[in-house]
């Protein structure tokens, strides 16, 4: 099992900027964690996938975070980023990290083993 910590969450006001990072108990390179991927929940609304990183660094997003947001991660800290520009009032959440063993790598929620506790992001208008 992967032990996930999150952290960068806030407030902003639309349009504003912040970095979520998310530190994993296992290194890049571990099977454990041969991708990963940040996840959000508004509340009343079910989970859904926002970013994913594979093994190979190839990523998909999500249509409605796509060209603002950026996932990356640091092999080095064993740290996983999230990036998030241009923020909008519908992106209020929980942002949840995420690894599997997989190697699909999609943005289903049910595909992932191990989740981190979470980070609040909150986006005023």
């Known amino acids: 099992q992967v032990q996930l910590v999150e952290s960068g969450g806030g407030s902003v006001q639309a349009g504003g900027s912040l970095r979520l990072s998310c530190a994993s108990s296992r290194p890049a390179y571990s099977p454990s964690t041969r991708c990963m991927g940040w996840f959000r929940q508004a509340p009343g609304k079910e989970r859904e996938g926002v970013a994913t990183?594979?093994?190979?660094?190839?990523?998909t997003y999500a249509d409605s975070v796509k060209g603002r947001f950026t996932i990356s991660k640091d092999n080095d800290k064993n740290t996983l980023n999230l990036q998030l520009n241009s923020l909008k009032p519908e992106d209020t959440a929980m942002y949840y990290c995420?690894?599997?063993?997989?190697?699909?790598?999609?943005?289903?929620?049910?595909?992932?083993?191990?989740w981190g506790q979470g980070t609040q992001v909150t986006v005023a208008t």
């Open positions: 995420a690894a599997d063993r997989s190697f699909r790598c999609g943005l289903t929620v049910t595909d992932f083993a191990d």
């Open positions: 990183i594979n093994y190979d660094h190839s990523t």
